[in-house]
């Protein structure tokens, strides 16, 4: 059974900074791309960031790009989403997923076609 079981969420002031993480257990791990996406109360859950199976390829949604890096360590079966100089507006659920198509295509590809997600850490950012 394949379980993804985010960490990381909290309540931080803006300017601040989290670490989520998300660990894999059941699936190959470094066979498949892991991302972000995340869920703002009473709204869609767009993408924020994906890394390819190696992690030489990461790629994000324009409101993150220099605030946000995503990671892997596939020894852990884990992914990471670093969060610096967080907003008021990065409040959401937070979900990690797992697919297989490329990274590259996640910004378009839509959140019905995972193939696994987790249940969600939720971030708050006052300001």
């Known amino acids: 059974q394949v379980q993804l079981v985010e960490s990381g969420g909290g309540l931080v002031q803006a300017g601040g900074s989290l670490r989520l993480s998300c660990v894999a257990s059941?699936?190959?791990?470094?066979?498949?791309?892991m991302g972000w996406f995340r869920q703002a109360p009473g709204k869609g859950r767009p993408f924020v960031a994906a890394i390819d199976w190696s992690g030489g390829s990461t790629y994000y949604t324009d409101s993150v790009k220099g605030r946000f890096t995503i990671s892997r360590d596939n020894a852990k079966n884990t992914v990471y989403l670093q969060m610096n100089n967080l907003k008021p507006e990065d409040t959401a659920v937070y979900y990690c997923?797992?697919?297989?198509?490329?990274?590259?295509?996640?910004?378009?590809?839509?959140?019905?076609?995972?193939?696994?997600w987790g249940k969600g850490t939720v971030v708050t950012v006052s300001s």
């Open positions: 997923a797992a697919d297989r198509r490329p990274a590259i295509r996640w910004a378009t590809s839509s959140v019905n076609g995972m193939d696994y």
């Open positions: 059941g699936l190959p791990f470094s066979t498949y791309v």
